[in-house]
């Protein structure tokens, strides 16, 4: 059965998260502390980590990325700070998704699922006459990125999202679109799309702010090109 940790300081909605992921069919055990939180996953590993941003000592930007630090398990915020630098920052520590309290659980369900699908499935890119980019090399069924040789670090989400577009390569594909194919969300947060695009962008393009390959088309979405 799949195990979820939710690290939230709130103890009346630790439980009623925990309770209602338990009706959901996941295991669930709550944390009201980062500290706390990341002992417990050292200790036993969940599947899958909720964080809220504003814990006491530690916040949840740092919990994120002290997880990251040692572990790929995917994580998603449950905040009600919905601000885009807020977002934006969460994501940028290593979170995969972020959610707004009041938090509907039924699409909190539907979140972790997609997102435990993305991190235990194949990517398969079968439609792609070639994935060389000039010196940018994707290699699908190693699971790797090159640049001009050198290996490049991305995350799961972000080896996906490349794949997406290679598979699609110079034609543009809207957010919407991106959040489906590579989220499997039919609504989201195209936040998500534009800052694992930002992050790509500083491992893939020797100038982030000029990018080569992974461009924008104003108005429409992202493309790839050699």
């Known amino acids: ?42 200790r036993s590993r969940a599947d899958t980590v909720l964080v809220d941003l504003m814990l006491p000592g530690v916040d949840g930007f740092e919990c994120i990325r002290r997880l990251r630090h040692h572990d790929d398990v995917p994580i998603i915020v449950v905040s009600a700070r919905d601000d885009t630098h807020d977002v934006v920052a969460a994501l940028e520590a290593g979170a995969d998704d972020y959610v707004v309290k009041p938090v509907a659980v039924k699409e909190l369900s539907a979140r972790l699922r997609a997102l435990l699908r ?5 990517v398969t890119v079968g439609r792609v006459p070639a994935l060389v980019f000039g010196d940018l090399d994707i290699r699908p069924e190693a699971g790797e990125v090159r640049v001009r040789g050198e290996l490049v670090n991305v995350t799961r989400t972000e080896f996906r999202l490349l794949c997406e577009l290679a598979e699609h390569a110079g034609r543009v594909l809207s957010r ?32 982030s702010a000029e990018p080569r390959h992974l461009v924008t088309v104003r108005g429409l979405g992202y493309k790839l090109q050699r």
Not at 118 to 122: D, E, K, L, S, V
Request: no cysteine; net charge negative; aromatic share 4%.
């Open 118 to 122: 993305r991190a235990r499935g194949a």
């Open 176 to 207: 919407e679109q991106l959040l489906r194919r590579v989220w499997e969300y039919e609504v989201g947060d195209e936040r998500l799309v534009d800052v694992h695009v930002g992050r790509l962008r500083q491992k893939i393009e020797v100038d």
């Open 1 to 42: 059965m799949t195990s979820v940790l939710v690290i939230e300081d709130d103890d009346r909605i630790r439980l009623s998260l925990v309770l209602a992921l338990e009706d959901e069919g996941f295991t669930a055990q709550g944390a009201a502390t980062a500290e706390e939180g990341l002992l417990t996953q050292r």
